[in-house]
C-alpha cells in the first residue's frame, strides 16, 4: 500500500517536471513573469519534500531513499540562491552552467529512482514526465537556436 508521504512524493516529482516542462516552453516563448512564478512553484516543493524527508527519518527509510531526496534538496536550494536570491546569471557560463545541468538531472533521476521504489507504475509515470520534459528541452533549444539566425 502507498502511504500518504509516498503520494506527496509522487506528487511533487509530477509537479517537479511539469514545472520544468512549462519553464522550457516559457523561455521559448520569451515570458519572463511565467518563469518566474514557475520557478516559485519548484522551490515551492522544498515544504513538500521536507515532511516526506522528516517522515523517512522518523521510520527509518533506507539510506538510499533518503540520500535521493537530500540531492533533489541540494538542487531547489542551489536553485532558490542562483535565482532568487542572488540573482546570478550562472547559464551564461559553461563553467557555471555545466555543473548546474548536472545538478539538475541529478535531482531528475532521483525522483525517478525513488518513485519507481515506491511503485512501478508511479515511477513510470514520473519517468514519462522526464522524457516529456527532454523533449521540450529540445523544443527550447531549436526555438533559441533560430531566434540566433534571425539576428
Given at each position: 500500500?502507498?502511504?500518504?508521504?509516498?503520494?506527496?512524493?509522487?506528487?511533487?516529482?509530477?509537479?517537479?517536471?511539469?514545472?520544468?516542462?512549462?519553464?522550457?516552453?516559457?523561455?521559448?516563448?520569451?515570458?519572463?513573469?511565467?518563469?518566474?512564478?514557475?520557478?516559485?512553484?519548484?522551490?515551492?516543493?522544498?515544504?513538500?519534500?521536507?515532511?516526506?524527508?522528516?517522515?523517512?527519518?522518523?521510520?527509518?527509510?533506507?539510506?538510499?531513499?533518503?540520500?535521493?531526496?537530500?540531492?533533489?534538496?541540494?538542487?531547489?536550494?542551489?536553485?532558490?540562491?542562483?535565482?532568487?536570491?542572488?540573482?546570478i546569471?550562472?547559464?551564461?557560463?559553461?563553467?557555471?552552467?555545466?555543473?548546474?545541468?548536472?545538478?539538475?538531472?541529478?535531482?531528475?533521476?532521483?525522483?525517478?529512482?525513488?518513485?519507481?521504489?515506491?511503485?512501478?507504475?508511479?515511477?513510470?509515470?514520473?519517468?514519462i514526465?522526464?522524457?516529456?520534459?527532454?523533449?521540450?528541452l529540445?523544443?527550447?533549444?531549436?526555438?533559441?537556436?533560430?531566434?540566433e539566425?534571425?539576428?
Amino acid at each position: 500500500m502507498i502511504s500518504t508521504y509516498d503520494w506527496i512524493f509522487f506528487g511533487s516529482g509530477v509537479i517537479f517536471f511539469i514545472s520544468i516542462i512549462g519553464i522550457f516552453i516559457s523561455a521559448a516563448r520569451e515570458n519572463e513573469k511565467l518563469l518566474r512564478r514557475i520557478g516559485v512553484i519548484i522551490i515551492s516543493l522544498l515544504i513538500p519534500l521536507i515532511v516526506v524527508f522528516i517522515h523517512y527519518l522518523v521510520i527509518g527509510q533506507e539510506l538510499r531513499r533518503v540520500i535521493y531526496i537530500i540531492v533533489i534538496f541540494i538542487y531547489l536550494i542551489v536553485e532558490l540562491l542562483l535565482d532568487f536570491i542572488l540573482k546570478i546569471e550562472f547559464r551564461d557560463k559553461t563553467s557555471t552552467h555545466v555543473p548546474y545541468i548536472i545538478l539538475e538531472y541529478a535531482a531528475c533521476f532521483a525522483f525517478i529512482y525513488n518513485t519507481l521504489a515506491i511503485n512501478e507504475t508511479l515511477g513510470w509515470i514520473v519517468s514519462i514526465c522526464f522524457w516529456v520534459m527532454l523533449a521540450t528541452l529540445i523544443y527550447y533549444i531549436i526555438t533559441k537556436k533560430k531566434r540566433e539566425k534571425k539576428l
